[in-house]
């Protein structure tokens, strides 16, 4: 467990050194200020052609735009987990750093678990920080807060975590740069296949709609996400959202509870493999 | 028990043998060089050593240990060929990491890691971000983080590559250094000056087969010397420096004339290129284990 820590530990160190940390918290509080005075200007919107805007039609569309950000968000993680994993393991056997850690009294899966932690520990604050941040100021110039905000960072974390595993797995055996690659391609895959099963889904096509839940259960990415979506959903909101409606943002139902299991195994099985090649690869 | 022990160690790539049924013994304490010419399997034998590359057939111990054993990596100094250290980072901060993860005592470490800083000659630069480093001194700092610690078996990966003439001195002299402790030194390099100056013993590999192996005094042949009369010319073989003076002591006593005296030895060199030229043989010259006293 030391060992792991202390690999870990040099994973967050070397974000901060490398102004990772800085930069991407520059950006978020400027990206955040902006939205802010967007989410302000609907939220003291009050005629549209001579009308008065009801209050519930500006909480949706708050409700609506917050889903928005949070899936600009899960896009920025998504990038942000296929990068920092395939760098932090990819680039490291690929240069050579790596030559001088693995002979030290250390285990192989300590090394590719605490990177994996390192990286998790930064994708998960970036994520608790940004929606902190993001739900803050929506909350503060308008007035609403999602139902579950907590779960909706969770499962945001969760879609990034999922990511991550993928691409240091895949980074073991493939160059930093192709491990990246395959993962944002399958990301955009999942996503692809939700928007089609929900497409399935209104015209009946059952064999569409089991390809693509097949999809999701491969690469578990968009399954995730829309549970996140959901999560954010307010009541008024489900109850606009007709039976015929395809939205990727507005899921009509969350996964179910098995979904989540299965998830959860998936993750520790593609690390569980990713250990195992690494233990076995010649560096 | 031997430093490193190693039997019929083998590293097979698809359909190329990278490194054929390796076996050598190399006694504690002693420098040993690993000679070859580029693509011999050098490193490739270190990294197994090391546990970086997985053997196809063979086995291995390091000080005392199965290959990978944590407990001998604990005792282990290593230089990879290819050395680049975290350059975001700066040297006392890459030398803390390894001492956290030797386990050092912790009492010890500030102290251990000026020492080894010292050694290397980069005192005056511990604070510096290693991305600010030259290539000779990032190789330095890899020769403070393999000797961090007193390991008893340092490994170096060719030390010198990046290193000017001041550099390659400073190496020599660290690894009369480790040899002075009692450190056991494997010394992979093709600088054969390098090697000639500080090891006791060597072994020659190409296309990954030990083909010559010993200590180096039986490798390179028993010295002997050239006499120029002022008549003609003889070469006497067999005779150590000490011997010369007698030699030609009994000259003169005979009454020859005598223009110059020569000392002749074949140098490493000279050795090392007879044994790349030459054909493979079956067996390696010297007894493979006749160096492990």
Not at chain 2, 243 to 268: C, D, H, M, N, W
Request: proline share 5%; glycine share 8%; aromatic share 6%.
């Amino acid at each position: 467990m030391r060992n792991l820590l202390l690999i870990a530990s040099l994973t967050l160190r070397e974000a901060a050194r490398r102004r990772l940390v800085l930069a991407a918290g520059i950006v978020t509080i400027a990206l955040v200020a902006l939205t802010a005075f967007g989410f302000h200007s609907l939220a003291t919107m009050h005629q549209r052609g001579g009308a008065t805007i009801a209050r519930h039609d500006v909480l949706v569309a708050t409700s609506m735009l917050e889903i928005m950000m949070a899936f600009m968000f899960s896009f920025v993680l998504a990038l942000g987990a296929a990068f920092l994993g395939a760098l932090s393991l990819g680039s490291e056997i690929e240069n050579g750093t790596l030559l001088a850690i693995l002979p030290r009294p250390l285990r192989r899966i300590e090394v590719i678990v605490g990177k994996w932690l390192g990286n998790a520990v930064l994708l998960a604050l970036y994520a608790a920080g940004t929606s902190a941040l993001e739900f803050g100021a929506i909350a503060a110039v308008t007035g609403y807060t999602p139902p579950n905000p907590v779960l909706s960072v969770a499962l945001l974390v969760a879609q990034a975590l999922v990511l991550l595993t993928l691409t240091m797995s895949l980074s073991v055996r493939l160059s930093a740069i192709a491990a990246g690659f395959v993962t944002v391609v399958l990301y955009g895959l999942a996503w692809m296949a939700g928007i089609v099963g929900s497409m399935a889904d209104v015209f009946h096509n059952s064999g569409v709609r089991d390809a693509t839940t097949l999809v999701s259960l491969i690469i578990p990415s968009d399954g995730i996400w829309r549970a996140a979506s959901f999560s954010m959903e307010p009541l008024i909101m489900r109850a606009m959202v007709s039976a015929n409606d395809v939205n990727p943002l507005v899921p009509k139902v969350p996964p179910p509870n098995l979904y989540f299991v299965w998830c959860a195994m998936w993750l520790l099985v593609v690390l569980g493999v990713g250990v195992r090649s690494f233990q076995t690869r010649d560096i | 028990m031997y430093a490193i022990e190693t039997r019929e160690l083998t590293k097979i790539y698809g359909a190329r043998t990278a490194v054929d049924s390796l076996t050598v013994r190399i006694a504690r304490g002693e420098v040993f060089g690993f000679l070859g010419p580029n693509g011999a399997g050098k490193t490739t034998a270190v990294k197994m050593l090391l546990g970086l590359v997985r053997p196809s057939s063979g086995h291995a111990a390091l000080l005392g240990s199965p290959l990978g054993s944590l407990d001998a990596r604990r005792k282990i100094g290593y230089l990879p060929e290819l050395f680049r250290y975290q350059e975001w980072l700066t040297p006392h901060e890459i030398l803390h990491w390894h001492a956290a993860v030797l386990r050092l005592h912790a009492a010890k470490w500030r102290d251990a890691i000026e020492e080894v800083l010292r050694r290397v000659g980069l005192a005056e630069r511990g604070n510096d971000r290693v991305g600010q480093f030259s290539k000779g001194m990032q190789q330095r700092l890899g020769l403070a983080v393999a000797i961090l610690g007193e390991p008893e078996l340092v490994i170096l990966d060719e030390p010198t590559s990046a290193l000017d003439p001041l550099g390659r001195a400073d190496v020599r002299a660290l690894v009369q250094e480790l040899k002075s402790r009692g450190t056991t030194v494997f010394l992979n390099s093709h600088l054969l000056t390098e090697v000639e100056s500080v090891c006791d013993s060597v072994a020659v590999i190409t296309g990954g087969c030990i083909r010559a192996t010993g200590p180096i005094d039986r490798l390179l042949g028993r010295p002997g010397v050239r006499v120029t009369f002022a008549n003609g010319t003889s070469v006497v073989e067999d005779v150590p420096n000490d011997e010369i003076p007698a030699l030609v002591a009994s000259y003169v006593a005979k009454g020859a004339a005598i223009v110059s005296v020569v000392p002749i030895r074949q140098t490493l060199e000279e050795r090392f290129l007879e044994i790349v030229r030459s054909e493979p043989l079956a067996q390696p010259v010297v007894d493979r284990i006749t160096h492990a006293s």
